[in-house]
Each structure stands twice: as structure tokens, then as C-alpha cells.
């Protein structure tokens, strides 16, 4: 069997095997599915439709959505390692099979896939809108491939050139910050939509003239000219595609003899027993200390408390603008009480799966917590350090917030209403982290937030505690819509009333139900 059949019937089984297990991954499969057929079919739609455009404009606008094709292939690729076997090299090193064969494979797998056809369906769209004449339709097929071939070698070159580093902790770490910052472009559409930026037609010519002879401008050209001129830029691409080929061909063959760095060991360091200062010797200080070392240490942690400040920066920039605009510039405290509380909120939704982050060894709480008071004190030690981190961070919001919509007098009643969205949260963190737990995966990305077959359960789990929060906030936050500021002083109070009952309400169902959160928790993934 050759390279090409054997890796794209390697890649075959691996899709196939989605459809074995659960009930949930299974309809995660014909979700994504039919989200890929229904893409491809719309993109072709709408690729086909740009040739009642001016040629020129429609050759604008071939060049930046094939340009918007290949840097979504250098990126999205980057997001799903770890998720899809092909991308590391590190799994395939012990095939044996030479350097070239491989690289063969590894493309061959590349191209394989529902995604890859979409992509290829939807940069096929071009010849519908561009092309003119049997000339310029054989030069655009030829773009098409060419343009597809170097989405591909470019994803690889680049996933295989960082693979050894995104196997460590830190690669892990900027991965998945990175991730955050991709779904935060989703709000540039918005942004430039409602700002006022000029002509749109002089922004995508000034956009696509930047990408006029990038890779993938010479493929879009190459459609529109059809002539002698396509044929020079398609010999252009071409030998850009075998470049970048090569020295994906050279960072694989170095990526296989290269030692692991995720398997070095790291060094030790003295800790300085700040809680013991602070808390007496017991069972709630080990806690407490453990916690904040899983925070300062653990990837996961700090991409949480990371994805919480930045989405309270953007929410305070789109609300600032609108209501600025909206009022004439004049905002009231009531926008710095919504942007700390929101911060508190974001902050609290990262213990509404407190135990999902242990796995495994989550099998010591269960040995140490013999009763329902040790496990109230499990749950109180959690707290209490997301407690003592979040009030620095509420507190930089609040003045922040303030500052921003121009009342300075409005950080107290700010921060305490942070104070309490922050007790509520954790108090209805503390029941879904027992009644709907799930495991978080180690590799954290764009598109894994539970181990495979529990997206479910990670969905119905946010959205219970997002719920919950909003329902239990309803009693300081419609008199604080009223004008009442004065009922933020009550705020903290009645969130640590919330915190009390939810932890005592959670430590009852979690301790009764321990062999089942460990089960949830210890996922494969």
C-alpha cells in the first residue's frame, strides 16, 4: 500500500472512530459535520456571487479571503494540537518510514478531512466568480491547488517547527492565551462596523493592494488574469510552495531526532509559607496553599483568571463606547458596578468545575474527606484563595472602571458589588462542581474545554452557573438599575450569605456522590 492510501486511511479511521463511544461525542461528530457541509456550500454561494461585482472589485475581494484562508491555516492548526494526532510529529516518529515519506503522509492526512474539503470547496468558489473563458478557468484550477497546497505545508511548517515547544508547560501557556486572543477578533468585525472608518471600498482595496503579491495574492490574480501574466504568477507560486515544502521537509526531519523538552525536569523551589502567617495549622490552610500553588503553577489557572480580566477589558470598551455615544458622554457609576461585578462574574465561572482541574488525583480529597465537614472545609479553602487573589483584581477593575467612565466616587460601590458577584458565584460554583463535574484536558485550546464525549456537561454546567449567578444577583442588582446605589454596601453580605449556603448545600450532594465525581473528573484525554 503507498504512503498516500495508507495515511489517508489512517486519518479515515481516526474520523470514523468518532462515531464510536457515547451518545454526546457522537453528535459532536455530525454537529461539526454538518456545520463543515453547510460552510462549504454557503462560502461557494457567496464566492460564486462576487461576479456580479466590478472585476476589479471582485479580484479585491478573491485576494483577501484567500489571504483570510491562509492565515487561518497557520493559526487554527496551532489551537488543535494535541487534539489531532496527525499535527505532532513526536506520534508518528516511530513509523518506519524516511523523512520524505512521512512528510508525504503527514500532507496526505493534511488534505484529509471534512474541514480540508470545505476549505477546498469554498477556495474553489473563485473559479464561479473570477474566472473568464476556458483559459482563465484551467490557470484558476491550477490556483485553486496550488493555493490549497500551501495552506497545508504551511500549517505543517509551522505546527512541526513549534511542536517541541508547544509539548511543554509554556508553549501550553501561550498557546492558550493565544486562543483567547483569536476568539477575541471576532469582536473586530463589530468594531469596525460601528466605527466610522471611511469608505469600505478604499478599505479593502487598501487591504487587498497589501496583499497584492503575498502567496496568496498571486493565486487570486492568477484566476482574474487567465493569461500570460497568471501563468508567470502560478510558476512564481509553485516554486513557493516546494520552498516552503522543503523547510517543512527540514524542520520534520529535525523535529524527529530532537530530545522532548516536556520530559526535562524543572527545579524546585523553597516555598515561603505566606498562609501559615495567616491561617492556623489544619486542614483549611493545606488547602488554601495547595490551591494557590495549582494557580501560580498549573497552565489552566492562569488562562482562566487570564480569559477573565482580558473579557471584562473588551466588554468595558464595547459598553464605554455605546453608552458613551448613546448619553452623550455622560455615564453614570452604575457602568463601573456592571464592568467589576461582570469582572467578579468572569472570575467566579472558574470554580464552577472545582475539582475538574485535579483529575485523577482527585482520589486524595476522597481519602482525606471522611465526613461532610471536611468536605465543606474542601470547598472553603478553594474559595478563600480565589477569594484572595480576586480582590486585587477587583479592586485594579473597579478604580480602572471608575477612571473610564469618569466618577472616581463610584470604585466603593463598585467593588463592593464585585465582592458580591464573587460570593455568589463561588456559592453556585460550589453545587455545579459537584452535580455536573467533567474533566478538563490538559492541553488546553480553542476547541476543547472538557475531555472528549463531556462537552455536554461542560455546556449545561457554564450555562447552569451563569444562570444561577444572574437569578441570585437580581436582589442588588434591579435596585442598583433603580438608582439605589446605596444597596452595594449590602452586596458583600448577601454574597457571602450565597457563598455559606452553596458551599454547605454543595459539600451535602458532593460527599454523598463521591464515587461519581471521581469517575467524571478522571476522564481519558
Known sequence: MSTVALFAQLKLRLLAGNLRGDLSRKLGFVFTLVMAVLLAALGFFLMSLIRLAPHDIATDIVIVVYTFFLIGWMIVPLLAFGLD???????????????????????????????????????????????????GLLVGLVAVLLQFALCLVTSRLITTALSGALRTRRGRDVLAVAAIFVVLLAQLPNLLVNSDLGDPLAILRGTADAFRWAPSGLAAHAISDGGLVGLAELAVLALIVLLVGWLWIKALS???????????????????????????????????????????????????????????????????????????????????ILLTSSGALMIALQSGNAYGIDGPSIWMNVVACGSEESFRTDLAGRHLANAALATPVLLLISVAASLFS??????????????????????????????????????????????????????????????????????????????????????PFYGLLVETLGRRLGAKIGFARLPELVAAVSRPT
Open 406 to 491: 469618569g466618577n472616581p466616587g463610584a470604585i466603593v460601590p463598585a467593588l463592593l458589588a464585585g465582592w458580591g458577584a464573587l460570593g455568589i458565584g463561588l456559592g453556585v460554583g460550589s453545587v455545579t462542581s459537584v452535580t455536573i463535574p467533567y474533566t478538563v484536558p490538559e492541553r488546553l485550546n480553542a476547541f476543547s474545554g472538557a475531555a472528549p464525549g463531556q462537552g455536554g456537561q461542560a455546556f449545561a454546567s457554564s450555562m447552569g452557573a451563569l444562570l444561577g449567578i444572574m437569578a441570585l444577583s437580581l436582589p442588588f442588582v434591579v435596585p442598583i438599575a433603580l438608582g439605589w446605589t446605596w444597596v452595594c454596601v449590602l452586596a
Open 85 to 135: 494526532d496527525t499535527i505532532d510529529p513526536a506520534r508518528l516518529s516511530l513509523f518506519p518510514l524516511s523523512t520524505g515519506r512521512l512528510a508525504l503522509g503527514m500532507f496526505t492526512a493534511s488534505a484529509t478531512g471534512v474541514w480540508p474539503a470545505a476549505t477546498l470547496i469554498v477556495t474553489a468558489g473563485a473559479l464561479a466568480g473570477l474566472a473568464t473563458g476556458v483559459g
Open 254 to 336: 529535525r523535529a524527529l531526532v530532537m530530545p522532548d523538552s516536556s520530559t526535562q525536569a524543572a527545579s524546585v523551589r523553597k516555598e515561603s509559607g505566606l498562609v501559615d502567617r495567616f491561617l492556623p495549622d489544619g486542614p483549611l490552610a493545606a488547602v488554601v496553599t495547595k490551591e494557590l500553588k495549582y494557580i501560580r503553577r498549573e497552565p489552566r489557572f492562569r488562562v482562566g483568571w487570564f480569559s477573565a480580566v482580558v473579557v471584562t477589558v473588551v466588554l468595558a470598551f464595547s459598553l464605554g463606547n455605546s453608552i458613551g455615544d448613546s448619553s452623550g458622554g455622560e455615564v453614570g457609576p452604575w457602568l463601573a
